[in-house]
């Protein structure tokens, strides 16, 4: 009986031991799921963007770029989330184009149409030669407006800590990646062992830069009540807009498309 037990025990032990192995060198895999497909801006019907390249001598897309109408038009750098691509949320950008706003879609290494590995390092790089593209073409630092959804708000905010905007759109965002393993594997020490721990809150804290919170009530990614703590623990000035009803991938047609125009508009305005 108790050779048995023993060997029931070992063998858990050992279970649970290659999960953890599994989990711990397949996390990024889990983390960012990268489309299989780049489509060009004239494949999703956005002939107005142009693919800015990494630099001259490259293919690797920096991201996707359309020049605001006028000298006074926001500028939305726009990063998106861990299952999507530069090319996504062209129906966002066009929106914004047709209101005159200028838009920066960052494309991600290790996602379509850029080589590389995405790691909060890379994307934190990239991130910062987007922005440091868009200063570069003349845009001041006072009409940027970083948007940023799920995994995007996560990129966003590390920016945030090395290049500050007017304002940031955090759609469905998270307290970090760290929270968010410890959520879904919950009898592992998850949060302890991931590497890209995305640490949203810390990221902020101090930048005292405006920010509006987006999230669903129905949210079955990122729980409502992850994206309340990141707001609650921001000591800077905000504003919540909860979504009766909505889950991770709708908010822009739920009523968020309003929100968000409505705050770019009032920017605008200020300039």
């Known amino acids: 009986m108790i050779r048995a037990l ?6 858990v032990v050992a279970l649970y031991s290659l999960a953890l192995l599994a989990l711990y060198f397949g996390q990024r895999a889990v983390l960012y799921i990268p489309p299989d497909i780049y489509l060009t801006p004239n494949g999703v019907e956005l002939e107005s963007a ?5 630099s001259p001598e490259s293919n690797d897309i920096m991201g996707w770029w359309i020049a605001p ?19 996504s949320a062209s129906e966002i950008y066009r929106s914004f184009e047709q209101q005159g706003y200028g838009v920066f879609a960052l494309a991600y290494p290790g996602y379509p149409g850029r080589r590389g590995k995405p790691t ?3 994307l934190t790089q990239a991130a910062i030669d987007g922005y440091d593209y868009v200063r570069a073409y003349g845009i001041n630092a006072d009409r940027i407006v970083y948007y940023g959804t799920s995994l995007g708000a996560g990129v966003a905010a590390q920016l945030a800590g090395e290049r500050r905007p007017a304002i940031i759109i955090m759609e469905a965002p998270f307290t970090s990646a760290a929270d968010m393993a410890q959520l879904r594997f919950p009898i592992f020490p998850a949060g302890a062992l991931t590497k890209d721990k995305f640490q949203t809150t810390k990221a902020l804290a101090g930048t005292n830069t405006p920010i509006i919170w ?22 800077g000035p905000k ?23 409505e705050v770019l ?7």
């Open 6 to 11: 023993r060997r029931i025990i070992f063998a």
């Open 50 to 54: 142009v693919e800015i390249t990494v």
């Open 69 to 87: 109408k006028s000298e006074t038009a926001p500028v939305v750098i726009y990063f998106h989330g861990n299952g999507s691509a530069v090319f």
């Open 120 to 122: 909060q390092d890379s």
């Open 214 to 235: 987006i999230h669903g009530t129905n949210d079955q990614v990122i729980p409502f009540q992850i994206g309340q703590n990141l707001f609650d623990g921001y000591d």
């Open 239 to 261: 504003t919540a807009y909860k979504i009766e009803g909505g889950k991770h991938n709708n908010l822009w047609y739920k009523g968020g498309d309003a929100v968000i125009l």
């Open 265 to 271: 508009a009032a920017l605008q305005n200020d300039l």
